[in-house]
């Protein structure tokens, strides 16, 4: 086989290389050189170098043809070729051997110069003879281009996203070739004889597309080469984009093999690049056809037109095709056909378009060519184009309201997403309409502009790498800036990154993915719970203290649950790696536990504190004011449990309480920063309720930057499953807060969103989202093989490159860096790992700075009991202070008289003088004030605190006429010192809180944590409410100091009492308190006075940090019995127990313990039979836990009663019985219990039973006979 019939057209290339090889093997690539050694020169058709000689031979070939060059024989062929190859024919006798001719002879005129066409140039001519032989036709089609031309600017707008190579026209043309060659298969068959001479048509099965392809050769001349894609069928457009680049860019550098000419079966060819309208270029044997394309422009007729008249009369652009084929094998209605198929293929019939978007992941419903709609000059016109200007106006909306839909931020691609809605069919536009102008309605900074400007810059803005949702906001102030950032960010400082920015993503990335790559390689199997997939996260948080810090943000409080904890603590954080491996390790206690006693927790539920320094320019208004200013910022990682979302609200508390205690009252100085995944999003209740607490004035934290790791997945499922709204972001739509959906393969975007994050929430003051999406690189944990449930989406995260090397190759593509610069990186953070790695390894936890372990501290075992009372002349300042008639609102009559008047004769005539005595109430604000007086600030937050669920409180007084508050305890002390008024020294803050319980519990116990002085409590509308917030209690309450050595003094008021009220608001749940109480962890107490609640109220404020858990009451609220004297505050401490007041000097046999509202209900019954009851005693227990076990022995051993009687309201499988049972047998004595048998609910519903029950259980606790219900 020779050359012109293996390589076809490229054959003088193929021969011109040959040459080179036989001067010099080592001139050409190594490819051809094995390709020329191994040939042997057998199938050399002509060497290059016989001038003028000729032995009369030539090679015979199967389709009849023959190729030959006239060009001299290198000096060293008789060393290199065989003896029979050794001569060669010209070119001009083997035209005439060939086709019987000689050539025509041509008369020379002066200054005419023959020159001998030899090389390249003499086998060209040779295959424009042989060609002569093929019995060829042509078709030609005249095709419109304005299609191809608006989806063209499509598609490269997304290319150059990744920094691609642009798609030419040429590009979408050849594809369109290769899809209608499905289409009409014949145009693919080619022509050859077989050995016995007989005409053979060949069906090939693959389409091998060749390439023409002009350049530059030695000398200076041009030379034509066509490589051809390999079975180009197989393919999708962007494969296919990427093997048609391969070619030209190995053409270029001369690195075309021989297997890159072999085989082609059909070409095509572009002489419109130089203007050519049309073209009949010859077809080379065995090949099926040629295509070739003329230039693209207006027909001849309207190039002179002016463009205002081309875009009002609708005229586009169009383009000349024709198709050679060869007349044996294919027939002119075959080619015709075919034509019409490539025509209707780049019109955007057959979803031609749909299929090249769709593979490049371009979410945008494609052009196609539809018929404008009728212009005239009439008075209809005008009309036209006022419906189509609004139309227009219809679809800007739309695309703010719906681009997000389609922005492509999946980074699988697993979900390719249309919108009717952002159709211009849809409006009755057309792709005509794209080059007339409209009203661009703000999109633009000009007020005109043609539409396709307009789509343009809505696409890229809402449809690209980012998705943005904000016009469901009410306020238009915030829209229009939301616009101005979003559409208009090209102008904006904070939106441009240079190189230094870049690699500074880049360095994260890198210590993220590192971080977690050598975890996995030397923790191998232990849990870490990988942020591999949403590295980008890590980069956005960085980011984010940096644009804080810009900001004139000091402390940044971040709640995260475990998926890319450890992660965070290292990369963000500051923690060291070697803290990381000691815990891994478990070498070091304490350093994994945080103290000598208690649980401890796992590495990745611990928190941190640490510092982010920031080195850049301050911003105003999203613009660079002054010099560069070096600054820090305050970070907190707040301790958290495995309860997904839990968190949420004690990083809000915790944010609020730092800025009350600095004075933050703009809340632009601590930001808080919450960290989700996307089915907890979703999924969680918390984080509905912590969003709804974001605007009220109680729980307003001056918005919150919320970040969701967005991986597609909650553990096994996946998200159609785990939630009925499309996103996982769309819960924040109910606080009208912007989302911003990107990306987690492009980093780059999702830093730009994490600017405007935060710029948004320091100017608005509001929480805003960010939801990333990205995917789990592992399953929930390292253990975990997640393609037993979702073997889809592994199989395509498998495939998947890692987002650091997608960054690390865009930033080489585009000339950021170089790949020297990106091993540079990667090294020093190996060197870090490594370097730590083999520190713990040889010091074990010596290894650990000291900075890194965290400080144990003392269970307060064994405390000092503070100085509660309050002396006498204080508290009557106090309450003229609350209970006089500011004058300054209009107090309801009967608050005014049956209230304040009432608490006034509590204090200044008293219970001792016959005036009514203290009640609850005013004995916690009696509590209240006395500590703001003091100096320390009060908070208390719950449903309806500010009156009190039993009407008790009136903390809060509201004017009759208009609404308004006042709180007396903000007006105790108030003088005038040179004109200015000065307050008491501390705050009382009192807020009604949304009809939360989980939520407004977690930002209460957050706000304990965060202000160490302030008291602080939340108070259950009933007690059993508290049950809406059992993880708060069971997991941060109640363990936070043993898991974390996190304190909090937050007390908890749970209305508590059995009243006959139903089983809902019977009962607190003591039982369950007192089954979590341990390691001196927490206080339950249940006060039977005033005076005990006013003393339990003081001593929580100056005792060290621990909950309070406080049984209170409704009935007893304003019981006269139960009511305290003032001299009960002024003297006198919180008594744990309290002995009987009736025994003094009586023999006791029965003594009764018992704690709360029973104790009332035995008092009263002893009150009628005194006789009866005369050797028996009732002791309160009023606080449960810490038990005072030395109290109640010393007691016992005082009283040596024969029995001992526990009492209580509860059924006996709840309350206090389970609890006390077991310690006072440890006290030596064996308690009878009287209460209600064992239930499955805490009460009866029926009144009646609930009577009988009642005195059922103080019979039996008395030992006597009470009357109870019937």
């Known amino acids: 086989m020779d050359s012109s019939e293996r390589f076809g057209l490229n054959a003088s290339y193929v021969d011109s290389l040959r040459a080179q090889w036989l001067q010099d093997p080592s001139s050409v690539a190594d490819e051809w050189a094995r390709f020329f050694a191994e040939e042997g020169g057998q199938q050399v058709t002509a060497i290059l170098g016989a001038q003028g000689q000729t032995n009369g031979h030539a090679n015979g070939y199967a389709n009849g043809h023959a190729n030959g060059h006239a060009t001299s024989l290198p000096r060293n062929a008789e060393s290199v070729l065989p003896q029979a190859l050794q001569h060669t024919t010209t070119v001009v006798e083997r035209v005439v051997e060939v086709h019987g001719r000689k050539p025509m002879a041509v008369t020379l005129q002066p200054g005419d110069k023959p020159e ?9 001519v040779e295959n424009m003879e042989a060609s002569l032989d093929l019995p060829t036709a042509m078709s030609t089609r005249v095709m419109p281009v304005k299609v191809l031309e608006e989806n063209r600017r499509v598609i490269n707008s997304y290319l150059e996203d990744d920094a691609r190579l642009r798609a030419s026209f040429t590009h979408i043309i050849a594809w369109a070739l290769v899809r209608a060659a499905e289409h009409v298969p014949s145009m693919n068959n080619g022509f050859a004889t077989n050995e016995q001479g007989q005409p053979v048509k060949l069906v090939r099965e693959d389409v091998n597309l060749g390439l023409a392809i002009d350049l530059p050769a030695r000398g200076g001349g041009r030379t034509l080469v066509v490589p051809n894609v390999k079975a180009a069928q197989k393919l999708d457009f962007r494969a296919f984009l990427n093997a048609y680049n391969a070619l030209i860019e190995r053409s270029r550098k001369g690195g075309l093999g021989p297997k890159d000419f072999e085989g082609t079966t059909m070409t095509l060819t572009n002489p419109g690049g130089i203007g050519t309208v049309a073209s009949a270029p010859r077809l080379m044997p065995g090949q099926g056809c040629i295509v070739a394309t003329g230039s693209i422009d207006y027909p001849a007729e309207y190039q002179a037109m002016a463009p205002e008249t081309l875009r009002a009369l609708g005229v586009g652009k169009v383009m000349t095709v024709t198709s ?41 419903v494609p052009y196609r060519l539809r018929r404008d709609r009728v212009v005239t000059p009439s008075l209809a016109a005008g009309f036209a184009d006022t419906e189509k200007a609004m139309r227009v106006s219809q679809l800007i909306h739309s695309y703010r309201v719906r681009g997000h839909v389609l922005a492509h931020v999946d980074p699988l691609d697993l979900m390719p997403r249309t919108h009717p809605d952002l159709d211009l069919e849809g409006y009755g536009l057309t792709i005509w309409d794209l080059d007339r102008e409209f009203l661009t309605l703000g999109v633009l900074e000009k007020p005109i502009a043609p539409l396709r400007d307009i789509l343009e810059r809505l696409r890229d803005t809402y449809c690209r790498k980012m998705g943005v949702e904000y016009m469901y906001i009410p306020e238009p102030a915030e829209r229009r800036w939301l616009q101005e950032r979003v559409e208009h960010d090209a102008d904006k400082p904070t939106n441009k990154l240079d190189i230094a920015e870049k690699k500074q993503i880049l360095e994260v990335l890198c210590r993220a993915q590192g971080f977690e790559r050598f975890l996995h390689k030397r923790f191998l199997g232990q849990k870490r719970f990988s942020v591999e997939g949403g590295e980008a996260a890590i980069a956005m948080l960085v980011e984010g203290l940096d644009m804080a810090a810009a900001f004139g943000v000091t402390d940044v409080l971040v709640g995260m649950a475990h998926r890319g904890r450890l992660n965070v603590l290292t990369n963000v954080m500051g923690k060291p790696f070697e803290a990381v491996f000691a815990e891994f390790e478990d070498l070091d206690y304490k350093t994994v536990t945080g103290t000598t006693q208690g649980s401890g927790d796992v590495k990745y539920h611990l928190g941190a504190r640490g510092t982010h320094h920031y080195k850049g320019p301050t911003f105003v208004d999203g613009l660079p004011q002054g010099p560069v200013e070096e600054r820090s910022v305050r970070i907190e990682l707040a301790c958290n449990p495995s309860h997904l979302e839990a968190v949420n609200p004690v990083v809000e508390g915790m944010s609020r309480a730092k800025q009350d205690m600095i004075g933050d009252r703009d809340r632009k100085k601590v930001m808080p920063v919450l960290i989700h995944g996307d089915a907890a999003f979703a999924g969680q209740g918390v984080v509905y309720e912590t969003l709804q607490m974001s605007g009220l004035q109680g729980y307003r934290t001056g918005g919150t930057v919320h970040l969701i790791i967005n991986n597609q997945i909650g553990y096994t499922t996946a998200p159609e499953r785990s939630r009925t709204a499309p996103n996982a972001s769309d819960l924040a739509r109910a606080i ?23 710029e948004y929430r320091q100017k608005f003051g509001k929480d805003i989202v960010l939801d990333m999406v990205c995917y789990r690189r592992w399953g929930h944990n390292e253990g975990d093989d997640p393609s037993f449930t979702q073997p889809v989406l592994y199989r395509a995260i498998d495939k998947h490159m890692p987002t650091r090397d997608r960054y690390a190759e865009l930033l080489v593509r585009r000339k950021d860096l170089t790949p020297a610069d990106v091993d540079a990186v990667e090294k020093a953070v190996h060197e870090r790992l490594e370097a730590a790695f083999g520190s713990v390894k040889a010091k074990g936890k010596d290894a650990v700075p ?9 269970t307060f075992v064994g405390e000092a009991e503070p100085a509660t009372a309050v002396a006498l002349e204080t508290l009557k300042k106090i309450t003229e202070r609350i209970t006089y008639d500011p004058q300054v609102i209009e107090i309801h009559p009967r608050v005014l008289k049956q209230v304040l008047e009432r608490r006034r004769e509590m204090v200044f005539v008293g219970k001792d003088a016959g005036g009514p005595g203290i009640d609850f109430g005013m004995a916690e604000a009696l509590a209240f004030g006395s500590l703001l007086l003091e100096g320390t600030p009060v908070r208390i937050s719950g449903q309806d605190v500010g009156r009190g669920t039993f009407s008790h409180r009136h903390a809060v007084l509201t004017d009759v006429n208009d609404g308004r508050a006042y709180i007396p305890l903000n007006h105790l002390h108030k003088s005038r010192d040179e004109g200015e008024e000065v307050w008491q020294p501390s705050r009382f803050r009192i807020y009604d ?4 319980e989980e939520a407004v519990l977690g930002f209460e116990y957050g706000y304990s944590v965060g202000h160490p002085d302030s008291l602080v409590l939340w108070e259950a509308q009933f007690g059993d409410f508290w049950n809406g917030a059992q993880i708060q209690v069971d997991q941060f309450i109640s363990a936070g100091e043993a898991k974390w050595g996190q304190r909090s003094r937050v007390v908890m008021v749970l209305p508590h009492g059995y009243d006959g009220q139903g089983p809902e608001h019977s009962s607190g749940r003591l039982e369950r308190f007192l089954q979590l109480c341990a390691e001196e962890n927490m206080r339950v107490a249940i006060c039977t006075t005033p005076a005990q609640y006013f003393h339990l109220l003081r001593r929580q404020a100056k005792q060290p940090k621990k909950p309070l858990i406080i049984m209170s009451h409704k009935s007893l609220l304003r019981a006269e019995d139960a009511a305290s004297s003032v001299t009960e505050l002024s003297t006198g401490r919180f008594e744990t127990v309290l002995d009987d007041p009736r025994r003094a000097g009586k023999k006791i046999d029965h003594l009764v313990l018992c704690s709360g509202k029973v104790y009332w209900d035995l008092d009263r019954v002893r009150t009628k039979q005194a006789e009866a009851t005369a050797s028996t005693a009732v002791v309160r227990v009023e606080q449960l836990y810490p038990l005072p076990t030395d109290r109640i022995q010393a007691l016992i051993d005082e009283l040596k009663p024969t029995t001992v009687v526990w009492c209580q309201e509860e059924p006996m499988n709840m309350g206090s019985w389970f609890f006390m049972e077991p310690r006072l047998r440890a006290l030596g004595v064996s308690p009878v219990y009287a209460g209600r048998h064992e239930a499955a609910s805490p009460a ?8 009988r029950e009642h005195a059922a259980l103080l019979s039996e606790a008395l030992g006597i006979h009470v009357e109870g219900g019937h």
């Open 116 to 124: 001998v066409l030899r090389g390249i140039a003499g086998k060209i």
């Open 324 to 364: 050679t084929y060869d007349h044996r094998v294919i027939q002119g209605a075959e080619s015709g056909v075919y034509l019409q198929r490539v025509h209707e293929l780049l019109i955007g019939e057959h979803g031609f378009y749909e299929d090249i978007f769709r593979s490049i992941g371009i979410p945008h």
């Open 736 to 758: 009208m807060c912007p989302v911003f959906r990107v990306n987690g393969d492009d980093p780059e975007t999702c830093i730009k969103a994490m600017r405007i994050a935060v």
């Open 850 to 858: 000291d900075s890194a372990k965290h400080t144990s501290g003392s």
């Open 993 to 996: 809180s949304l009809l939360s």
């Open 1244 to 1251: 009866t519903g029926s009144h009646k039973r609930h009577a």
